[in-house]
Nanobody, 121 residues
Framework: VQLQASGGGLVQAGGSLTLACAASGYTYAVAWFRQAPGKEREFVVTKTWFFGEPYIGDSMKGRSTISTDNAKHTVYLRMNSLKPEDMAVYYC??????????????????WGQGTKVTVSS
């Protein structure tokens, strides 16, 4: 499965941005992670393609929405009230099965190339 992330860019603090991740096929679950300069990659949100509620990490809880368009094999991450600390490269990932700890990077088999989000204060 190949993943293509897009939608990153420059946004002012308090603004919103929607990231998209186009997949070449279906998998069990999709997720977004992010990595800020000098920091380790951090879990953002995960969701199964067809059922279940998303699990959102603390960093974006209450400020983000994940959705899937099954016809387009695309998952979207809508981020609101962006802060300078949200600035990072955002990666989409996909898992071929339920690995238990779906907030862990090791649960994912496929990764997109990343899309950069810059938040100006």
């Amino acid at each position: 499965v190949q993943l293509q992330a897009s939608g990153g860019g420059l946004v002012q603090a308090g603004g919103s941005l929607t990231l998209a991740c186009a997949a070449s096929g279906y998998t069990y679950a999709v997720a977004w992670f992010r990595q800020a300069p000098g920091k380790e990659r951090e879990f953002v949100v995960t969701k199964t393609w067809f059922f279940g509620e998303p699990y959102i990490g603390d960093s974006m809880k209450g400020r983000s929405t994940i959705s899937t368009d099954n016809a387009k094999h695309t998952v979207y991450l809508r981020m609101n009230s962006l802060k300078p600390e949200d600035m990072a490269v955002y990666y989409c990932a996909a898992s071929s099965g339920d690995r238990g700890r779906m907030q862990a990077e090791t649960s994912y088999d496929y990764w997109g190339q990343g899309t950069k989000v810059t938040v100006s204060s």
